[in-house]
């Protein structure tokens, strides 16, 4: 399989607009700039997807990338959009059509875009597997993978019953890390268990971690004065052997800039900045509303009656108050997974204590669930 140069992938999903309200609008000269730039720098893997800024994502990279460059100078990334699938007769017109869009007759990385427990169950149902496999088989496809976002279980169960696949695409940053709700660490070891590399997504978690509370950037400025939080944050995934390429959705030259600057000759963090910015994670979680420490003796030393899954759903509702998240959020996509795998929801929680005669931090959980639920079934602040 082929391996990047270098470990940082352009993600065309938060390009430069020249209207800000209208996501079709790609300011292409800036973008073909930082593409210039990007590729100079001796940086190949750029990502795309079907839906990215209102379907012009790969028509941009089409454009930007396939048209101003010879095909052996970088590689494309594309995703079949199984969470939009409707039947099995629109797949190879969406696969036909993405090609075109992007002007290549082959994918260098094609991906099944956000696998978990539900759209998996689609991709077997609408034939998306054999589909992409019989590509892999004809080169249209040179890797396969597929993006993810639920549990480590989940994704276990995945590459053991489809070991073709050649690689994933997870979440990880430092303060996802040790996450229950999101299970970055447990994920990226049930990929090396598989021997399969790692494409990182939100390494930098949607921007929240390039604006740190600010006793958290006095720590990291101590350390590295000339390092930007995000710059921590993309190192951070970046230092992890099995890590093939960490994808950040640059969205100016400046950032480009930035990321390729530090990213061209990339070191690993020493271990003590490693462990620097574990504390800082932990920091951060302090600052939070539950103080969760994901031990999971409530779900495993009592017995829910109402099977709710406590400790994940902390961590997601944690996470949309740390980043004051007010409509729907990747933690909602992953608590409503939870729900689809047969987890009682927050709101069914019927105060029985049970749980919190078993937690070490004494946090009054039967409290808590109804403010869990207001904001993860309702998708409100609190
Ligand atoms: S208090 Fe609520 S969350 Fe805790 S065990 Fe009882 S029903 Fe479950
Ligand atoms: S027992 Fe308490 S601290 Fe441990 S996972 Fe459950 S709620 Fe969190």
């Not at 990747?330 to 929680?349: M, V, W």
Request: charged content about 25%.
């Amino acid at each position: 399989m082929q391996m990047p140069a270098k470990k940082l992938g352009l993600g065309f999903m938060r390009l430069p607009l020249t209207d800000a309200n209208n996501q079709k609008a790609i300011d292409m000269p800036q973008v073909e700039q930082m593409v210039d730039k990007f590729l100079q720098r001796g940086f190949t893997y750029c990502d795309t997807a079907w839906m990215y800024h209102d379907f012009m994502s790969e028509e941009a990279v089409g454009k930007a990338v396939v048209d101003r460059y010879p095909r052996n100078t970088f590689t494309i990334a594309t995703k079949m959009p199984d969470m939009m699938l409707r039947s099995k007769e629109q797949v190879p017109g969406i696969f036909a059509k993405q090609k075109e869009k992007l002007h290549v007759d082959y994918f260098d990385y094609y991906l099944v875009h956000d696998m978990n427990s539900v759209n998996y169950e689609k991709a077997k149902k609408f034939g998306v597997l054999p589909f992409l496999r019989g590509k892999r088989e004809s080169g249209e496809i040179k890797c396969l993978g597929f993006s993810f976002h639920d549990s480590a279980d989940v994704l276990d169960k995945i590459l053991t019953e489809n070991p073709y696949f050649e690689f994933v695409q997870l979440q990880i940053n430092y303060l996802d890390w040790e996450s229950e709700g999101i299970q970055s660490h447990k994920c990226y070891d049930v990929a090396v268990k598989h021997g399969l590399p790692v494409v990182v997504m939100e390494p930098v978690k949607g921007g929240t971690l390039a604006n740190p509370p600010q006793q958290v950037q006095d720590l990291l400025k101590k350390a590295h004065p000339d390092w930007s939080p995000a710059e921590w944050a993309i190192r951070f995934a970046a230092t992890l052997d099995h890590v093939m390429v960490v994808l950040s959705g640059m969205s100016n030259m400046e950032q480009l800039e930035e990321n390729t600057g530090f990213m061209q000759n990339f070191e690993p963090l020493s271990p003590a900045d490693w462990d620097l910015l574990l504390k800082a994670a932990e920091m951060i979680r302090s600052g939070i509303a539950v103080p969760c420490t994901g031990c999971r003796y409530c779900v495993e030393a009592s017995k829910c009656p109402q099977n709710i899954l406590i400790p994940n759903y902390f961590a997601l509702f944690n996470t949309r108050k740390l980043m004051q998240r007010r409509d729907f959020s990747p933690e909602i996509e992953y608590y409503e997974n939870y729900l689809d795998q047969g987890y009682g929801k927050a709101s069914a929680c019927i105060a029985c204590h049970a749980c919190e005669r078993v937690c070490p931090q004494h946090i009054h959980i039967s409290e808590w669930m109804p403010k869990v639920a207001e904001n993860l079934e309702k998708g409100q602040t609190f």
